[in-house]
C-alpha cells in the first residue's frame, strides 16, 4: 500500500518558493532517515536533503542555503521548504523512507516541480 504521499508541487517562476510536504503512514517514522529526492528528465535521481531522526540534515551542494528539510513526528510528516527555485530545480521530487535498522525503505509517488525562466 502507499506509504508516503507528497504533496506541493507546482509551476513557479525564477526567485519563487515551494513547500513540499511527504504524509507517512509508516509506524517507525520517528525512528526513520527521511529523504527528499530528485530527478530531472534524462538525469538520474539525486538526493537533495535528508533528516535522520535526532534532526540532523543533510543537503546536496546545489541547494544549500536555499532549501530546508524538517520533520513533525507529531504529523508523521516531512517537508522541503524551497527558496529563490532556479529552473535547473525543475524535477519531479520524490519522498523517501529508510528504516536504519530494518534497512526497510519506501518511495512516494513523486511531485512534479517546475520553475520557469
Known amino acids: 500500500q502507499v506509504q508516503l504521499v507528497e504533496s506541493g508541487g507546482g509551476l513557479v517562476q525564477t526567485g519563487g518558493s515551494l513547500r513540499l510536504s511527504c504524509a507517512s503512514s509508516r509506524s517507525t517514522f520517528r525512528i526513520e532517515t527521511m529523504g527528499w529526492y530528485r530527478q530531472a528528465p534524462g538525469k538520474q535521481r539525486e538526493l537533495v536533503a535528508q533528516?535522520?531522526?535526532?534532526?540532523?540534515?543533510n543537503y546536496v551542494d546545489s541547494v544549500k542555503g536555499r532549501f530546508t528539510i524538517s520533520r513533525d513526528n507529531a504529523k508523521n510528516t516531512v517537508y522541503l521548504e524551497m527558496t529563490t527555485l532556479k529552473p535547473e530545480d525543475t524535477a519531479v521530487y520524490y519522498c523517501n523512507a529508510r528504516n536504519m535498522i530494518t534497512d526497510d525503505v519506501s518511495w512516494g509517488q513523486g511531485t512534479q516541480v517546475t520553475v520557469s525562466s
Open positions: 533528516i535522520d531522526f535526532i534532526g540532523t540534515k
